[in-house]
């Protein structure tokens, strides 16, 4: 019989590296303090780092400061991570700071005679994305029909209240900056009154030498009926018409129309 020579721990490390390269998913290796002594290339699209960069990291180098917590501590002999009974989720930064949802898992491999964690991270941004927007809906739906109902239950004296009252509640369904009631003048151009709801407070702002323009957008626009998402330039602009003078100038905003049949409120 030929005695076989082949050193076992090279063999398994073969092994292991072939198969987390064949998985589409995120598989690393580490030791104490989470040290990355092996990322699959899927770590590497994930993460964004080459090999040699993540070499020289530690997990913990990725995670979100705000989700740490979420992890268990490490065991004090070995200082590796136990197993995860349940996958974590966890926002971590990639190297280019684009923020991302995964989902990770973590278990013990035996090499030599040292354990090490092995764990495994699959993106689950789009999901979580998805989750958040239903979630924003329902709070949205919900608070439309809270403001119905209250505006049916309002005398005619009350108006300006359940104005404000509607600002508030859709504020906060929308997670807003800022909400805001822009009303016309008979030229359905030229602004009269604002009223508005930023941070915690109720405002209405002097009638001024504004237009519709200045939101960036048009009269026409409007007249279609349909809720307009402004970015990039024409967010800014329409922050910067808003009548809270928001600090908030690079994000995005949503105008609905309010019309009278024809006419433009």
Known sequence: ????????????????????ESAWFAVFAHRGGGRVIYANSATTELTGYDNEELLCLSITDFIDGDFLENLPPPNRETGVYPRFEEPVELQVHRKDGATRWVAVTNGHIQIGDQVAGIGTAVDITQRKI??????????????LTDISRNFLALPPEKLKNGIEYALEKLNEAAHSDCTFLV?????????????????GKKSKGDPRNCVIGDFGISRADLLLGEVLTLSGEDGEKAAQACCCDSAYRKRSSSLMPLLAGERLL
């Open 130 to 143: 998805a989750k958040q927007a239903l979630t924003r809906r329902l709070e949205l739906e919900n608070a």
């Open 1 to 20: 019989m030929t005695e076989n020579t082949e050193n076992p721990v090279t063999s398994d490390a073969h092994w292991f590296s072939a198969l987390a």
């Open 183 to 199: 009303l016309l003048a008979p030229d359905e151009e030229t602004i009269t009154t604002e009223l508005s709801y930023h941070e």
